[in-house]
């Protein structure tokens, strides 16, 4: 009888830490946009980001009022959600557009419980993956959470504006 017990706490505990636990091929902490582009990743960027045909009729308009000047962007991404997979390869597309990369653009992984292991997103308010949210001198201007109301480049004018 004592073997049978044990057997069912091992079994609990076994599951409990599975269920818990990230999955080994999720993507946290910051992240260089090389990363997106390695196995299993780049399986859903490569496709996301290739598919996206940015608007460039909005993009030049950022670009020709100068709306980026001092912006600067962090975006936290869940690469086990499918949201991230379909907002954040289009967002990059339209960064790289826009020249808004190097250390302008932050992506961050979160874990499904949307943590970091250096807590990036402390204090940020983070209930949503992605969660784009916009600086201007170091100064929130405004966010995208999860969707786009209207679509990545709209709602990203009417921050900048």
């Known amino acids: 009888m004592k073997y049978s017990i044990w057997s069912l706490y091992i079994t609990c505990a076994i599951l409990l830490t599975n269920c818990t636990s990230t999955n080994k091929m999720d993507i946290i902490g910051e992240t260089p ?10 399986e859903w960027f490569s496709s996301s980001y290739n598919s996206y045909i940015v608007n460039t009729r909005i993009t030049d308009e950022i670009k020709v009022k100068k709306l980026l000047k001092d912006v600067a962007v962090e975006v936290f991404y869940g690469s086990w959600c499918p949201d991230s997979h379909e907002q954040v390869p289009a967002f990059y597309k339209i960064t790289e557009e826009l020249e808004l990369t190097g250390d302008k653009a932050t992506y961050i992984g979160l874990d499904r419980n949307k943590k970091s292991p250096k807590g990036f997103e402390s204090g940020k308010n983070i209930t949503h993956v992605p969660t784009f949210i ?17 679509s990545l480049e709209e709602d990203l004018l009417n921050i900048l504006l």
């Not at 946009?33 to 780049?42: D, L, S, W």
């Not at 995208?144 to 209207?150: F, G, S």
Request: proline share 7%; hydrophobic share 25%.
């Open 33 to 42: 946009i090389n990363k997106f582009r390695e196995a299993p990743h780049n």
């Open 134 to 150: 916009f600086y201007k001198n170091s100064e929130e201007i405004g966010r995208i959470i999860e969707k786009p109301k209207e």
